[in-house]
């Protein structure tokens, strides 16, 4: 890595690290954050051990002068970058993940993207990895940045035989060397329209997963996407996935995990992990948490945590998972989607839709007319309206937090917001 002067955008968990991965390569190294409360003391202590300017507060043209290159959070729009980088020679936008790849020794990489079941497959993909004898990191937009891997390994850690990326569109937009030995993408619908310009670059900046690729690699995509991959290019072996019956003794729920399961085996396959142990291990795979994750059943009444159910896609696939009456949560920060076209779906499995925070108009105009609503400020107080003493709910009904929005109206994440339902229920039902 040849890099005189780096800029990092963020203090997050990946600009920590893209940060340290930068300084140890001898590269001068600015961070900026706007929100000075989240430099912690131990971070701060070691920035200024290594040379690492802090700047804090709103960005300026000034911050990124001389820059060979910018590493963006995952949260921060290139764009809005672009309008603070000087005319000529503007330095590089690379993401983290982009950085760290390129210090990889031969490691083989399998990337998996997509609007819903991003964690799940990837997290399935590292299960049948394991499962066959192989040593695998699992990172990306799954928790753990690429780059802390690379310290790791340098530092005398084993490397990994596979690295299995979780990819987000924030962070394949900025990729530009990029190459996974196995591109998987297994759906796209209307996500992040609150950040990308419109759904041509939401799917341009999914489609860099694949823009590298030769014939000597994988693409594995859902069938529906074919004509896409068609209008991309796709130079790569391309292998095309649906739901699958080998998988009859999940514990996920859902088709779409069956789906999932399929895409991630295809994926380990082209990797030389043979059928029936990636079934094995498909078939012990716990849920993950805060996705279709069972926090209770009493009375006949079952509650489900499907936080991370952040766009309408997401709820198209929680409602399908389920051949009962749901009772469901929605709201947050609305980013866009179809709610129009999910009003079959809502109309046949939902006997009750509780609103609470941010959106309630959206809604109540898209499914107000179809079936009973109620509105609460908080969740709290739309999940006791539904289950607490007098509720609602009644034995045969799934309580269904899926809320088709991000978090961020009320909660610092879907993490957040998913462990306050399981506190609340666990209120309810003491």
Same mark, same amino acid.
């Given at each position: 890595?040849?890099?005189? =002067?780096?800029?990092?955008?963020?203090?997050?968990?990946?600009?920590?690290?893209?940060?340290?991965?930068?300084?140890?390569?001898?590269?001068?190294?600015?961070?900026?954050?706007?929100?000075?409360?989240?430099?912690?003391?131990?971070?701060?202590?070691?920035?200024?051990?290594?040379?690492?300017?802090?700047?804090?507060?709103?960005?300026?043209?000034?911050?990124?002068?001389?820059?060979?290159?910018?590493?963006? &959070?995952?949260?921060?729009?290139?764009?809005?970058?672009?309008?603070?980088?000087?005319?000529?020679?503007?330095?590089?936008?690379?993401?983290?993940?982009?950085?760290?790849?390129?210090?990889?020794?031969?490691?083989?990489?399998?990337?998996?993207?997509?609007?819903?079941?991003?964690?799940?497959?990837? &997290?399935?993909?590292?299960?049948?990895?394991?499962?066959?004898?192989?040593?695998?990191?699992?990172?990306?937009?799954?928790?753990?940045?690429?780059?802390?891997?690379?310290?790791?390994?340098?530092?005398?850690?084993?490397?990994?035989?596979?690295?299995?990326?979780?990819?987000?569109? =924030?962070?394949?937009?900025?990729? &530009?060397?990029?190459?996974?030995?196995?591109?998987?993408?297994?759906?796209?619908?209307?996500?992040?329209?609150?950040?990308?310009?419109?759904?041509?670059?939401?799917?341009?900046?999914?489609?860099?997963?694949?823009?590298?690729?030769?014939?000597?690699?994988?693409?594995?995509?859902?069938?529906?996407?074919?004509?896409?991959?068609?209008?991309?290019?796709?130079?790569?072996?391309?292998?095309?996935?649906?739901?699958?019956?080998?998988?009859?003794?999940?514990?996920?729920?859902?088709?779409?995990?069956?789906?999932?399961?399929?895409?991630?085996?295809?994926?380990?396959?082209?990797?030389?992990?043979?059928?029936?142990?990636?079934?094995?291990?498909?078939?012990?795979?716990?849920?993950?948490?805060?996705?279709?994750?069972?926090?209770?059943?009493?009375?006949?009444?079952?509650?489900?945590?499907?936080?991370?159910?952040?766009?309408?896609?997401?709820?198209?696939?929680?409602?399908?998972?389920?051949?009962?009456?749901?009772?469901?949560?929605?709201?947050?920060?609305?980013?866009?989607?179809?709610?129009?076209?999910?009003?079959?779906?809502?109309?046949?499995?939902?006997?009750?839709?509780?609103?609470?925070?941010?959106?309630?108009?959206?809604?109540?105009?898209?499914?107000?007319?179809?079936?009973?609503?109620?509105?609460?400020?908080?969740?709290?107080?739309?999940?006791?309206?539904?289950?607490?003493?007098?509720?609602?709910?009644?034995?045969?009904?799934?309580?269904?937090?899926?809320?088709?929005? &991000?978090?961020?109206?009320?909660?610092?994440?879907?993490?957040?917001?998913?462990?306050?339902?399981?506190?609340?229920?666990?209120?309810?039902?003491?």
């Amino acid at each position: 890595m040849s890099i005189d =002067f780096a800029v990092v955008v963020g203090a997050g968990v990946s600009g920590q690290a893209a940060a340290r991965l930068l300084a140890r390569s001898g590269a001068r190294v600015r961070l900026l954050e706007k929100n000075a409360g989240r430099i912690t003391a131990a971070f701060a202590d070691w920035a200024a051990q290594n040379g690492v300017e802090i700047r804090c507060g709103e960005h300026a043209p000034a911050d990124f002068a001389g820059a060979d290159v910018v590493i963006p &959070s995952p949260g921060a729009a290139a764009s809005a970058i672009r309008k603070l980088l000087p005319q000529t020679a503007a330095p590089e936008i690379m993401a983290e993940t982009e950085l760290a790849w390129r210090e990889l020794h031969g490691e083989r990489v399998i990337g998996i993207t997509g609007t819903s079941g991003k964690t799940t497959t990837t &997290s399935l993909c590292s299960a049948m990895l394991q499962a066959a004898g192989l040593r695998v990191f699992t990172g990306g937009n799954i928790g753990t940045p690429l780059s802390e891997y690379i310290l790791a390994r340098d530092a005398g850690q084993p490397a990994a035989d596979v690295v299995v990326l979780e990819l987000s569109s =924030f962070q394949l937009q900025t990729c &530009s060397l990029l190459r996974p030995d196995v591109g998987v993408l297994l759906n796209i619908s209307e996500n992040h329209l609150d950040y990308h310009a419109d759904m041509q670059e939401y799917i341009g900046a999914k489609m860099h997963l694949f823009a590298r690729q030769t014939s000597k690699d994988t693409a594995i995509l859902h069938e529906g996407l074919q004509s896409l991959a068609e209008t991309y290019h796709l130079a790569a072996r391309r292998i095309y996935f649906d739901t699958s019956d080998r998988f009859g003794h999940m514990r996920l729920l859902g088709e779409h995990n069956k789906a999932n399961a399929e895409a991630a085996l295809l994926a380990c396959q082209a990797l030389g992990v043979d059928e029936a142990t990636a079934i094995r291990a498909a078939e012990a795979f716990e849920p993950l948490e805060h996705r279709l994750e069972r926090v209770a059943e009493r009375d006949g009444v079952l509650f489900v945590n499907d936080s991370k159910a952040t766009t309408v896609e997401a709820l198209r696939v929680a409602l399908n998972a389920f051949d009962r009456p749901i009772l469901l949560l929605a709201g947050g920060k609305f980013k866009g989607g179809d709610l129009e076209g999910l009003r079959p779906l809502i109309q046949q499995k939902t006997r009750h839709l509780a609103l609470f925070g941010a959106s309630r108009q959206i809604f109540e105009k898209a499914w107000g007319d179809l079936v009973p609503v109620s509105y609460d400020t908080t969740l709290e107080e739309a999940l006791q309206r539904l289950a607490g003493a007098g509720g609602i709910a009644r034995p045969g009904d799934v309580v269904l937090l899926a809320p088709a929005t &991000s978090s961020f109206d009320q909660y610092t994440d879907y993490l957040h917001r998913g462990r306050d339902f399981k506190r609340i229920v666990k209120e309810i039902l003491a």
